[in-house]
């Protein structure tokens, strides 16, 4: 065998090495650094929120969590303000986003969506001086309400589509839009309607009222970097196996059906 064949021979292997990294996926790399990194902000309940204790607990973090059990792995949660996790991702702070995120279009175009893993949709809070006054969201669409949002969110996105002629306000977390209802800064919040249903559970919120059907339909998955397919079929298959297999009812039920968990929570 010639010396240039050979030299051809390790080109030709060097490249197919070289690709085969190139497209490794977020997975792929998670399990040779032995950690799932994913980006989170933990201010969504129930699916991520942060305890008496500072950890960060929740219905997608439990799915995360058996997930990283799966890969053989460790979990790593990297908390970001929900803005900048798009950008987490694709400066590669983290492996996948999982925040309650919604799939919109807008965002397929930045990067790809597992499955979803469940579907919710936007409800609506109010203040008690709106009893009989309001009765749909369509209602709230006039230019003497003033409508909360959080920043970033789908909420925010749907108050915008659906209530332009009312007065809008976008504030950091859910727990500051919730507030200004409470305060009578705002007449209504916007936001998932399983935060809405648990935030109206709790004391400082019993005043509200709630008009409890959503009115978007909005399903929640997890996010990966444009490209990543190998990633997305064994985040796919781990879904499908989970819903067989009995886990995600067990975790579902543990924080939609049983609210134990709330006397932990802030």
């Not at 890969?71 to 949660?77: R, Y």
């Not at 929900?82 to 400066?91: F, H, K, N």
């Not at 790809?112 to 409800?123: A, K, L, M, R």
């Amino acid at each position: 065998m010639s010396k240039r064949y050979c030299s051809a021979l390790l080109i030709i292997a060097v490249a197919w090495l070289h690709i085969g990294l190139v497209q490794a996926g977020a997975i792929d790399d998670a399990v040779r650094r032995g950690v799932l990194k994913v980006g989170t902000t933990p201010t969504y309940v129930p699916f991520e929120m942060t305890d008496k204790q500072g950890h960060i607990v929740g219905f997608e973090i439990d799915l995360l969590k058996v997930m990283s059990q799966a890969l053989g792995v460790e979990l790593e949660l990297v908390s970001v303000p929900y803005t900048e996790l798009m950008p987490g991702l694709l400066a590669k702070k983290f492996d996948l986003i999982g925040s309650g995120m919604t799939v919109t279009q807008e965002r397929n175009l930045k990067l790809n969506f597992s499955d979803s893993f469940i579907v919710v949709g936007q409800s609506v809070l109010l203040h008690p001086s709106l009893l009989g006054k309001v009765g749909s969201v369509e209602d709230l669409d006039d230019a003497s309400y003033r409508i909360a949002t959080t920043e970033g969110t789908t909420g925010e996105a749907a108050a915008q589509r659906f209530l332009g002629a009312a007065r809008l306000s976008s504030f950091a977390t859910p727990e500051e839009g919730v507030h200004q209802v409470v305060t009578g800064a705002a007449d209504a919040f916007i936001h998932d309607a399983p935060y809405n249903l648990i935030a109206l559970g709790r004391p400082e919120n019993s005043a509200l009222l709630a008009l409890e059907q959503p009115f978007t339909f909005e399903p929640l998955a997890f996010g990966v970097k444009k490209g990543d397919f190998d990633s997305l079929n064994w985040i796919n298959h781990f879904l499908n196996q989970i819903a067989q297999d009995g886990t995600y009812d067990r975790l579902h039920d543990k924080w939609f059906k049983d609210t134990a968990w709330l006397k932990e929570i802030h």
